[in-house]
């Protein structure tokens, strides 16, 4: 007779192992939407990328920038000497002008003596003699100061018939465009004997003839302190050519104002 052998327990579920995985870690894909994952795995190669991009952009910045900042430099040195050179310049023009406009105001202060005794001849009365004429130093209004009038006065002295004719001479004086008006004045004035020539006083028979008298004046005045280049029109009437026509040219050169 046929015997059944049969084997139940592998019927069973717990008879069922599972398969052991010889070859390493066994991978379970997700499964679905992946629209995550590759968005992580975009981020994370693009980042790094991205980021080297940068890198390299600013690095190039950089350097584009340091050779900038280089030739600024170099122009700012170039700058540099050429501001110190325009100063010197300047510097020298300055000097050259100072001096220039102080030999200028020199010149404008020139009182030509032909034409100053031009100006009495003209103006001293018929009645009045003039015997000296001094120049005086100017005179500082305080001491140890300098004179508000550089050019000085005059002094002169000499014989009148009157002192009418002082006063007169003194009058016509005030007048002159190369004295000050306000600044010329009668110093002295007193009566003495006339001065004659020698024997003229002494008649045939030996009497002493007595000279009459006549006033011993001396008058002071400042010279006028205007510039020259305001009196070309007296200066011209008195005959001074040479001086016209100088500053008539310094006008035109602009280095005296017209």
Same mark, same amino acid.
């Not at 980021?51 to 340091?66: C, D, H, P, T």
């Not at 140890?144 to 006065?153: I, L, M, V, Y």
């Not at 001065?195 to 008058?219: A, D, E, R, W």
């Given at each position: ?58 690095? &190039?910045? =950089? ?11 170099? @122009?700012? *040195?170039? +700058?540099? %000497?050429?501001? &110190?050179? =325009? ?11 100072? @001096?220039? *406009?102080? +030999?200028? %105001?020199?010149?404008?202060? =020139? ?5 100053m005794l031009q100006d009495l001849r003209d103006r001293i009365p018929a009645t009045v003699q ?25 002094e002169i002295s000499g014989l009148a018939r009157s002192f009418n004719d002082v006063n007169d ?76 026509a100088r500053i008539r040219s310094m006008q035109q050169t602009g280095v005296i104002s017209k």
């Open positions: 007779m046929y015997s059944l052998d049969v084997n139940f327990l592998k019927d069973r579920p717990a008879y069922h192992k599972k398969p052991e995985n010889k070859g390493g870690i066994a991978l379970k894909f997700p499964t679905g939407d992946l629209t995550l994952l590759y968005a992580g795995v975009a981020v994370g190669v693009g980042l790094p990328a991205l980021l080297g991009v940068g890198l390299w952009f600013l690095q &190039g910045k =950089i350097v584009e920038l340091e050779g900038t900042i280089a030739q600024l430099e170099q @122009e700012g *040195q170039r +700058l540099d %000497t050429e501001i &110190g050179n =325009i100063n010197k310049i300047k510097a020298e023009t300055s000097a050259i002008k100072g @001096e220039t *406009q102080a +030999l200028v %105001t020199v010149f404008d202060q =020139i009182r030509p003596w032909s034409a003039i015997e000296t004429i001094k120049q005086i130093p100017p005179i500082a209004a305080t001491p140890g100061q300098p004179s508000n009038n550089p050019a000085g006065g005059l001479f003194l009058l016509i004086l005030q007048q002159s465009q190369f004295l000050k008006s306000t600044e010329s004045r009668i110093l002295t004035a007193a009566l003495v004997d006339a001065p004659l020539s020698p024997g003229v006083g002494q008649s045939s028979n030996g009497v002493i003839i007595k000279p009459p008298q006549v006033v011993k004046y001396t008058i002071q005045s400042s010279m006028n302190d205007v510039p020259a280049s305001e009196l070309i029109r007296e200066l011209e009437k008195k005959g001074t050519v040479g001086l016209v």
